[in-house]
């Protein structure tokens, strides 16, 4: 199997991690992900609590294999507890992202916790080689949720193997084996995967989702604010978010400003229900290669399959 030097570190067999996805990556998402060799992400989003935290862990508590944990950066600081619970787990990763604050990193590396966070420009990858980050998260413009829509995921990739020693993995778009095996021939320590993994059937997701998930077309995502503005939730206007095209965006992305409440409240009642033809899926331009439900296992066999055998390909044409 394809392995890097940090994979091998890490105690992987693959150098695939899944994206901690509030609302997806659980505790069962990661824990299939380690157990099939990839680093498993539990992921705490925009409504992170400390139970939901513990509820996750109990979830991995038998696990064998490494696995990590994912925070929103501005959502651990105002929960209390949180950052110092997920610290005392003791995954093999804290990733801790989409904030300016880098005051977790000490108390992690005092724990001896490695970490990492996503960055989405040279600035902001300086900004965290400057406070001590171990692993730098290239994420591009393609990819899936919320992030700084700034640089394309090879040209981000590309100019941050050039300028920092630490690892660096690769985000945005990476949802086949090609694309693994084109992030890890250009350099990554391995591939940060998010969208790939929204239909498994360990994704805390609704047969809804994955149905939306599974129709939609390379061209059938929209980096938009809306969301976020008519749930009220605090995501500043430089973090939007990928997401899948439904009525919502295209009668509202643009004219956030215009929304009232009668807009807000079908929203929510859209979301209460599951109604994608308002409610917002999260989801990369990755997406369109996806036509199945998969174990997170077959998941990570396949796209390790196909990258091993593309650069054992690619090295003897040399």
Same mark, same amino acid.
């Given at each position: 199997?394809?392995?890097?030097?940090?994979?091998?570190?890490?105690?992987?067999?693959?150098?695939?991690v899944n994206a901690p996805m509030g609302g997806v990556a659980g505790g069962a998402l990661a824990a299939a992900v380690s157990r099939a060799g990839g680093l498993g992400m539990l992921g705490l989003g925009?409504?992170?609590?400390?139970?939901?935290?513990?509820?996750?862990?109990?979830?991995?508590?038998?696990?064998?294999?490494?696995?990590?944990?994912?925070l929103v950066d501005w959502v651990a600081a105002a929960e209390p507890g949180l950052l110092d619970a997920a610290i005392a787990a003791r995954p093999a990763l804290l990733s801790v992202g989409f904030g300016?604050?880098?005051?977790?990193?000490? =108390?992690?590396?005092?724990?001896?916790?490695?970490?990492?966070?996503?960055?989405?420009?040279?600035?902001?990858?300086?900004?965290?080689?400057?406070?001590?980050?171990?692993?730098?998260?290239?994420?591009?413009?393609?990819?899936?949720?919320?992030?700084? =829509?700034? #640089?394309?995921?090879? =040209?981000?990739?590309?100019?941050?193997?050039?300028?920092?020693?630490?690892?660096?993995?690769?985000?945005?778009? #990476?949802?086949?084996?090609?694309?693994?095996?084109?992030?890890?021939?250009?350099?990554?320590?391995?591939?940060?995967?998010?969208?790939?993994?929204?239909?498994?059937?360990?994704?805390?997701?609704?047969?809804?989702?994955?149905?939306?998930?599974?129709?939609?077309?390379?061209?059938?995502?929209?980096?938009?604010?809306?969301?976020?503005?008519?749930?009220?939730? =605090?995501?500043?206007?430089?973090?939007?978010?990928?997401?899948?095209?439904?009525?919502?965006?295209?009668?509202?992305?643009?004219?956030?400003?215009?929304?009232?409440?009668?807009?807000?409240?079908?929203?929510?009642?859209?979301?209460?229900?599951?109604?994608?033809?308002?409610?917002? #899926?999260?989801?990369?331009?990755?997406?369109?290669?996806?036509?199945?439900?998969?174990?997170?296992?077959?998941?990570?066999?396949?796209?390790?399959?196909?990258?091993?055998?593309?650069?054992?390909?690619?090295?003897?044409?040399?």
């Amino acid at each position: 199997m394809v392995a890097t030097d940090w994979s091998a570190r890490m105690g992987l067999t693959v150098p695939i991690v899944n994206a901690p996805m509030g609302g997806v990556a659980g505790g069962a998402l990661a824990a299939a992900v380690s157990r099939a060799g990839g680093l498993g992400m539990l992921g705490l989003g925009s409504s992170a609590s400390l139970s939901q935290l513990e509820t996750g862990l109990r979830e991995l508590s038998e696990l064998k294999s490494p696995f990590g944990i994912g925070l929103v950066d501005w959502v651990a600081a105002a929960e209390p507890g949180l950052l110092d619970a997920a610290i005392a787990a003791r995954p093999a990763l804290l990733s801790v992202g989409f904030g300016d604050d880098f005051s977790w990193v000490a =108390p992690a590396r005092d724990a001896g916790v490695p970490t990492a966070t996503q960055v989405g420009d040279l600035a902001a990858a300086q900004r965290a080689v400057d406070a001590g980050v171990d692993v730098l998260i290239a994420r591009g413009a393609e990819g899936g949720g919320h992030g700084a =829509p700034l #640089i394309g995921t090879l =040209p981000l990739l590309t100019s941050v193997l050039d300028r920092y020693s630490v690892p660096v993995l690769a985000a945005g778009g #990476i949802s086949s084996g090609r694309g693994v095996a084109a992030v890890l021939a250009a350099g990554a320590a391995g591939a940060w995967v998010g969208t790939a993994f929204s239909a498994c059937l360990e994704a805390s997701v609704s047969l809804a989702v994955r149905t939306r998930l599974l129709a939609a077309r390379d061209t059938d995502t929209v980096t938009t604010r809306v969301f976020d503005v008519a749930q009220g939730y =605090p995501w500043p206007a430089t973090l939007p978010e990928r997401v899948l095209r439904n009525a919502f965006t295209d009668t509202w992305d643009g004219r956030e400003a215009e929304l009232t409440d009668a807009e807000r409240d079908a929203l929510a009642a859209a979301v209460a229900a599951e109604d994608h033809r308002l409610a917002p #899926i999260n989801a990369g331009q990755g997406v369109g290669v996806l036509d199945t439900v998969e174990s997170a296992a077959d998941v990570i066999g396949r796209l390790g399959a196909e990258a091993e055998r593309l650069l054992g390909r690619w090295g003897e044409t040399r």
